[in-house]
């Protein structure tokens, strides 16, 4: 067979720069990047990876190809939990934490989990106090600051007046989904917020909170004038008005005044005369409804306020209240002009009245004005022949439940007034008073035709007879 020739080495090669790949080596074995070359590359790969719809280029095909879905809008990652679809797979992933509960990211400084980053950042602007998101408009009245784009967007509407999510039950709109969301509920009955301590449930979160500070007894809110705590941050502000005297909320009827807008609410029923408070035993309707369960006890007959210095018992606490000054003597509403003291508020200003000669209620049948509520209401009871309170030992009824009160005693043989100088009882205290004249001699009634004076109104009337010239009434 033939002989095989040795392969020969190959030489090396000449020290002369020689081209590799876009590089090229000299004498000193330094490398250099062929810039010319490099540039005419790059823009070959931009002009192939262009988008045809906008002048946007990009480094490769997959960017590319994300970019085409801000034009064509599609979502061609769906989730397959629910119909939700999703322009990029990243966003479906993260979306995907919904259903399994999944909450990667952590804050250091407390212990919540959130499943994505961004809510994390968010979430930590709570304890840094940072809100990067200032209002223009308002910046000169309240330098309102956010911590999220979102709640400034959302602030924003307030100036602009705009609604844009709108209730197809009703004619009511709101500036954010959230709200449209919690208002829709009320339309649905829906109540998804339990209360782990009892059955109650809420169709707000929110409510869920202030209710669950019922359990734990927690008052985060104080008042820095005094000593009080607050479970929400509404009943604070309502109570500072007790030590700033702002009345914020008026009356468009009248110049009346209020520090809560529950209070002109109830106010504005004086005016309109609504009363959407009816009770389900009789027809009788009421404008509040703590007067509508004060109303209940008398068809239940339930009294669960008693009081701890007698046998007495009430149907709300207010009534307990007044009713304990009876023993303690305190009354600490007194009178400017006069020496009178009064134990609720309410008496008093009835009382300056009297001073003032204020007669604000007035009678829709005849031209006479009262300066309570209570006294007109007796009083239309002489033009309806209304006797509402009726004896139940006679056939007898009254106006006023006081001559009812007045009357029972003539059945019970009660009178619990007695005079002091005599021996002598009364079942009213205007028959004591009348009995009180007779021992001091007093005649407050005077005649005005001549000066004759007289212990009784009766006595002076039959008097006066005698100077009309007729004959006196036969006893």
Request: with cysteine; aromatic share 8%.
């Amino acid at each position: 067979p033939p002989q095989i020739k040795e392969e020969e080495e190959e030489p090396e090669p000449p020290e002369v720069k020689e081209e590799q790949e876009g590089f090229f080596i000299n004498e000193n074995n330094e490398e250099h990047l062929d810039m010319k070359q490099e540039a005419d590359t790059s823009m070959e790969i931009l002009t192939q990876f262009s988008c045809k719809e906008c002048e946007k280029s990009f480094c490769n095909r997959f960017s590319l190809k994300r970019h085409m879905r801000t034009h064509t809008g599609g979502k061609t990652f769906s989730c397959k939990e629910c119909k939700k679809s999703f322009k990029c797979v990243s966003h479906l992933k993260t979306h995907m934490r919904a259903h399994t509960g999944q909450k990667p990211f952590f804050c250091e400084e407390c212990e919540k989990r959130f499943g994505t980053v961004s809510h994390l950042k968010t979430h930590m602007r709570i304890h840094t106090g940072e809100k990067n998101f200032s209002c223009e408009e308002c910046k000169k009245k309240c330098e309102k600051r956010f911590r999220t784009l979102s709640h400034f967007k959302t602030h924003m509407k307030s100036h602009t007046g705009e609604k844009p999510f709108s209730c197809k039950e009703c004619d009511k709109s709101f500036i954010d989904m959230y709200s449209l969301k919690r208002h829709m509920r009320f339309h649905t009955g829906e109540r998804p917020f339990s209360c782990k301590e009892c059955e109650k449930r809420f169709g707000d979160i929110s409510h869920l909170r202030k209710h669950m500070r019922t359990h734990t007894g927690e008052k985060p809110f104080s008042c820095t004038e005094c000593e009080k705590g607050f479970c929400v941050v509404s009943d604070l502000k309502r109570h500072m008005r007790t030590h700033t005297g702002e009345k914020p909320f008026s009356c468009k009827e009248c110049e009346k005044k209020f520090g809560d807008i529950a209070y002109l609410r109830k106010h504005m029923r004086t005016h309109t005369g609504e009363k959407p408070f009816s009770c389900t035993e009789c027809e009788k309707s009421f404008w509040k409804i703590y007067d509508l369960k004060i109303h209940m006890s008398t068809h239940t007959g339930d009294k669960p306020f008693s009081c701890t210095e007698c046998e007495k018992t009430f149907s709300c606490s207010s009534h307990l209240k007044t009713h304990m000054k009876t023993h303690t003597g305190v009354k600490p509403f007194a009178c400017t002009e006069c020496e009178k003291s009064f134990s609720k508020i309410h008496n008093l200003k009835i009382h300056m009245r009297a001073h003032t000669g204020e007669k604000p209620f007035s009678c829709k049948e005849c031209e006479k004005s009262f300066s309570c509520t209570s006294h007109l209401k007796t009083h239309m009871r002489t033009h309806t022949g209304e006797k509402p309170f009726a004896c139940t030992e006679c056939e007898k009824s009254f106006t006023k439940i006081h001559n009812l009160k007045i009357h029972m005693r003539a059945h019970t043989g009660e009178k619990p007034f007695s005079c002091k100088e005599c021996e002598k009882s009364f079942s009213c205290s205007n028959h004591l008073k009348r009995h009180m004249i007779t021992h001091t001699g007093e005649k407050p009634f005077s005649c005005e035709v001549c000066e004759k004076r007289y212990s009784t109104l009766f006595r002076l009337k039959t008097h006066s007879i005698t100077h009309r010239g007729d004959k006196p009434l036969k006893m």
